[in-house]
């Protein structure tokens, strides 16, 4: 174990000695894997959390790691979750599609869509969302070149986090970064997918979702960069390094065909 690792091992073990001794508190586990890599063992659950796409090719993939990450606190929590999608480029690839989504594990009957006609009103339902203490997750799509989107009202999410313990989940689509006092900040590409056991090689079926997954803002943690998969039914990540460059991703016209949560229209 390297020395991050074990910062990390040990952060994990302080940070689950806190309410009634349960391990991980105030986290959402992401699996065995990830508990080596965040701090205190997994997601934080007061915190606002942001999810960037690489390039426009790859919104499709981080819309799918977003659902992801909704659905591992979805999985820890009665709750249901919030979603503001927005429809304004970059987010004009599609409307979220229910059948899809079940495929990450998330639950399309435990999933409010709230649609505000802009990024001001959708900072404002994120809020409202958080400190009403009614959802498991609350998350956002606001482009990251909007005016709208500063660090006051990136503050104001996260304190509104913290206050009741709800993970906020931001996506700001692609290019510039934010503004943003985010604890997290997940860079977002598509990766190469594994073949389905038992399925002919030619019939080109993707198996598990896979990201080029770079973590470039880790409070309190290590950043990093790996090839992740995500296991819908344990609802946990496993990591693995990323190859050379030119074999973690797809090639761009492969991308597109990852996009089973979407709908078009």
Known sequence: MDRYALIADLKSKIAGSGAEGAPGAGVIPLGAEAASILPGGGLRKGALHEVVAAAYRDMGAATGFAAALAAAAMRHSARPVLWCEAARPPFDMGRLYGVGLAAFGLDPARLIIALPPSDTDCLWIMEEALRARAFAAVLGEVDGRSAALTLSATRRLQL??????????????????????????????????????????????????????????????????????????????????LQAEGEAGLAAEERGRLVPFMQAG
Not at 165 to 186: C, D, N, Q, Y
Not at 235 to 241: D, Y
């Open 160 to 241: 509104a986090a913290e206050e009741t313990e709800t993970p906020a989940l931001i996506f700001t689509g692609h290019g510039k970064a934010a503004a943003s006092v985010a604890v997290t900040r997940w860079h977002v590409a598509a990766g190469p997918s594994e073949a389905r056991a038992g399925v002919e090689a030619d019939e080109r079926l993707p198996g598990a979702p896979r990201w080029s997954l770079s973590l470039v803002r880790s409070r309190g943690g290590q950043p990093g960069a790996w090839l992740a998969q995500w296991n819908a039914e344990a609802a946990e990540f496993s990591f693995a390094p």
